[in-house]
């Protein structure tokens, strides 16, 4: 897995503490130093199913002095990637690139982490096939949580990951 972030930034040092918490390994990735280019940036957005505007760190200095709030409805969205490929700084952060999923931004309220819980499993993709037993990553409403599943996916998608 690939940990990109910015070493200064509090959220990104929040989030290695978490991975690193939870004896998750990684390849860390300053964005600062070596920005996504355009065909990551594509591949990543394509494999996270989430909306491009989603990859666009909208708090940071570059994005407000650029005034992108107003620009980026107008965009096409080649023209959206080829502008975060231009500036890490306008990436949001931190991403955290698997196989087969990447996660975009870190919260972590009430002492948990969007990223979820985690009891020492080691992150996999699971098994996506309905009926099949599984553990590891698990996308619900576009969070993502670390669990290992007492029931098989197809129970899990009728109760909700909350339940389980």
């Known amino acids: 897995m690939i940990f990109v972030c910015y070493p200064k930034c509090s959220t990104c040092q929040k989030a290695k503490k978490w991975l690193d918490e939870h004896h998750i390994s990684y390849e860390l990735r300053d964005i600062k130093e070596e920005n996504p280019g355009y065909e990551e940036l594509a591949a990543w957005h394509q494999r996270s199913g989430l909306p491009l505007k989603r990859f666009f760190n909208t708090s940071g200095l570059l994005y407000k002095s650029m005034g992108l709030k107003d620009k980026l409805p107008g965009m096409s969205e080649e023209e959206k990637l080829q502008l975060l490929a231009t500036d890490g700084m306008l990436v949001k952060r931190p991403l955290l690139v698997g196989g087969d999923f990447v996660l975009v931004g870190f919260k972590e309220a009430s002492g948990r982490s969007s990223w979820g819980s985690c009891n020492g499993i080691t992150i996999f993709p699971?098994?996506?096939?309905?009926?099949?037993?599984?553990?590891?990553?698990?996308?619900?409403?576009?969070?993502?949580?670390?669990?290992?599943?007492?029931?098989?996916?197809?129970?899990?998608?009728?109760?909700?990951?909350?339940?389980?």
């Open 126 to 164: 699971h098994d996506r096939r309905r009926g099949a037993p599984w553990e590891g990553l698990c996308c619900e409403r576009r969070r993502w949580t670390l669990w290992k599943c007492c029931v098989t996916m197809g129970e899990h998608q009728e109760k909700g990951a909350g339940k389980c």
